[in-house]
């Protein structure tokens, strides 16, 4: 069983920061890549930020040179600094891991943690 637990959401003014964390918990070996997407009510969720374990980065491009994603591969957690947030920034950011493998031949495809609510006051 491989849970995430997110921790680091909030409410903040506009142009402040937040560092979002998440943990991946259970028997795991590796995971390939970590990230962060975030779902507005009534619509789907989307693409923030990943990272995969060799340190490559993607961004969604409203989030570029604001957001900067990091992960910790020995402690298998994945970080979402986010600085100079906007009102439209607002939304449950959520973690996610893909390729977690639990063995050297087992993965679980895709992991998902419960999200956590982040607010940004104007």
């Known amino acids: 069983q491989v849970q995430l637990v997110e921790s680091g959401g909030g409410l903040v003014q506009a142009g402040g920061s937040l560092r979002l964390s998440c943990a991946a918990a259970?028997?795991?070996?590796?995971?390939?890549?970590m990230g962060w997407y975030r779902q507005d009510p009534g619509k789907q969720r989307e693409l923030v930020a990943t990272?995969?374990?060799?340190?490559?980065?993607n961004y969604a491009d409203s989030v570029k040179g604001r957001f900067t994603i990091s992960r910790d591969n020995a402690k298998n957690t994945v970080y979402l600094q986010m600085n100079s947030l906007k009102p439209e920034n607002t939304a449950v950011y959520y973690c996610?891991?893909?390729?977690?493998?639990?063995?050297?031949?087992?993965?679980?495809?895709?992991?998902w943690g419960q999200g956590t609510q982040v607010t940004v006051s104007s």
């Open positions: 996610n891991a893909k390729r977690v493998y639990v063995s050297y031949w087992y993965s679980i495809a895709d992991v």
């Open positions: 259970g028997s795991i070996r590796s995971i390939n890549v």
């Open positions: 990272i995969s374990s060799g340190g490559g980065t």
